[in-house]
């Protein structure tokens, strides 16, 4: 299963429950955060195959979940060269280096609204992101190039263009299925918190 997102929907709800299927090696690792978080990703995984999964929340935290990153645990997408989270009560802020001329991967537009699309940038995405019912919702509210939001429009045609021929089940307001019998999902203070049932 690929990671349910790209530089668009890089957000904490989607890695989270990804992340574990898109891991790397990290028997050697210094991260002890990271170590930290694959413990708990194994135990949310053995637990949800089990018949009536234990159903104490597992929490995530933001510093594990960005050591994860750090350590090189999750495959980003082409063009995308780092990622750390930030949460507070429903929203997550991705902060995002991308290469978006190494993520477009020699599709061209003379489209000027795509432009803004080009060369090696600082991205931030804000989104809405919670899980419930074992479904998963997240919601882009905005995306900052260098400090310059983009308008919503480009943001829209940028996603059709170059995303969603990729992944089509992703966009500005994507829905999907949790894994391991995930039934809820909540991002708080620099937290996520998740259980089972």
């Not at 997102?5 to 090696?25: H, P, R």
């Not at 210094?30 to 135990?43: E, I, N």
């Not at 310059?148 to 045609?157: G, I, K, Q, S, T």
């Not at 500005?172 to 949790?178: A, E, P």
């Amino acid at each position: 299963m690929k990671l349910a997102w790209i530089i668009m929907t890089v957000l904490l709800v989607c890695a989270v429950v990804y992340l574990g299927q898109q891991q790397t090696s990290g028997e050697n690792s210094t991260h002890r955060l990271a170590d930290s978080m694959q413990r708990k990703l194994d135990h949310i995984r053995e637990n949800g195959a089990l018949v009536h999964p234990d159903q104490t929340p597992t929490v995530l935290t933001e510093e594990e979940v960005n050591d994860y990153f750090a350590d090189g645990r999750v495959k980003l997408p082409q063009g995308v060269k780092r990622v750390t989270m930030q949460g507070k009560p429903g929203v997550v802020d991705a902060f995002i280096n991308v290469d978006f001329d190494e993520l477009r991967a020699g599709q061209g537009s003379s489209n000027p609204l795509l432009s803004i699309f080009s060369g090696r940038h600082d991205v931030q995405l804000v989104a809405d992101a919670a899980g419930r019912g074992g479904q998963g919702r997240v919601q882009v509210r905005a995306v900052s190039i260098d400090s310059v939001e983009v308008p919503r429009v480009a943001l829209e045609f940028f996603v059709q263009k170059f995303i969603t021929p990729k992944y089509p089940d992703i966009g500005l307001d994507s829905r999907f299925q949790l894994p391991s019998r995930i039934d809820l999902a909540t991002v708080g203070y620099h937290r996520l918190t998740l259980t089972q049932k």
